[in-house]
């Protein structure tokens, strides 16, 4: 299993970005899709979740500027970021439960400077 991650890069403060996550390879069903970020100095947080059974969680930083949206039939995930921040200057990762097993993706740079 594969996980690819897009739509990264340079935003201004209160500017918006769309991260799109896609898994690809053989398997059967996906359980549970989330978003971490890892800023310079800083441990990965995990910021946005979502399960197949419609569970979604937030952490309090991104908690009501970003949106988790998973695709199931097209084995992908979005993250909706609006409203940003310097902080929130980190590379994204995409991460999903594939067949009971978790997967990472690579990353994509998000920055938020002027």
């Known amino acids: 299993v594969r996980l690819v991650e897009s739509g990264g890069g340079l935003v201004q403060p209160g500017g918006s970005l769309r991260l799109s996550c896609a898994a690809s390879g053989s398997f059967c069903s996906i359980q549970a899709m989330s978003w971490y970020r890892e800023a310079p100095g800083k441990q990965r947080e995990e910021i946005a979740a979502t399960t197949t059974d419609g569970n979604i969680k937030y952490s309090d930083s991104v908690k009501g500027r970003f949106t988790i949206s998973g695709d199931v039939a097209k084995n992908t995930v979005h993250l909706q970021m609006n409203n940003l921040k310097p902080e929130d200057t980190a590379r994204y990762f995409c991460?999903?439960?594939?067949?009971?097993?978790?997967?990472w993706g690579r990353g994509a740079e998000v920055t938020v400077s002027a």
């Open positions: 991460s999903m439960v594939v067949d009971v097993v978790g997967y």
